[in-house]
């Protein structure tokens, strides 16, 4: 494309958003380690507690929930968790 020609031309190597991200943006930090402990009781401890379900079949139905509604409940609580905690740690304000 020639220069007198109106139109948009990627340059590449140039920031299209303004602002690139320092150092300190780019660390870990407590929101990762925050995601991490949630991530542990999501495939860790939940599945484990999968495991307990039928001895815990007076708790579960004290709660309203059947053997076969704990089993699908159990999981979506942190999965719902693990989805506002990934977006809220790779946001920064």
Request: charged share 20%; proline share 8%.
């Amino acid at each position: 494309m020639s220069d007198d020609e109106d139109g948009y031309v990627h340059t590449p190597g140039e920031d299209s958003h303004g602002v690139k991200p320092t150092d300190r943006d780019r660390e870990f930090g407590l929101r990762g380690w925050i995601l991490v402990g949630w991530l542990f009781v999501s495939l860790i401890v939940v599945p484990g507690m999968l495991l307990y379900i039928p001895e815990a079949g007076n708790f579960t139905k004290s709660l309203g929930l059947g053997y076969r509604d704990a089993f699908l409940v159990l999981p979506l609580i942190p999965a719902l968790g693990l989805g506002v905690l990934g977006v809220w740690a790779t946001t920064r304000p």
